[in-house]
């Protein structure tokens, strides 16, 4: 019988599942601002799957990366 075992990709999923039930528990503003977290938060799943081990830090960084996306910051524009 073989192991089993979730990928990042599925525990960034069930992570923000988490976040979005834990925002309807929000009043008002603050609940449309969470869910929105939560959304970003899964947004790059997929690519952050192959960078990372750990959900928390891939989901991080996919909020992070969508922060400073509507924040007009562009590939190339941080310095090093």
């Keep these: 019988m073989g192991r089993s075992f979730t990928s990042v ?3 960034v999923r069930a992570l923000t599942e988490r976040w979005e039930r834990a925002a309807r528990t929000l009043p008002g503003r603050d609940r449309e601002v969470a869910l929105r977290v939560a959304r970003m938060a899964g947004a790059h799943a997929s690519e952050c799957f192959y ?7 891939a989901a991080l960084f996919s909020v992070l990366l969508e922060l400073a996306g509507e924040c007009g910051e562009g590939a190339g524009r941080v310095d090093p």
Excluded: G, T
Aim: charge should be negative; aromatic fraction near 10%.
């Design 9 to 11: 990709r599925q525990e």
């Design 51 to 57: 960078a990372f081990d750990d959900p928390l830090e």
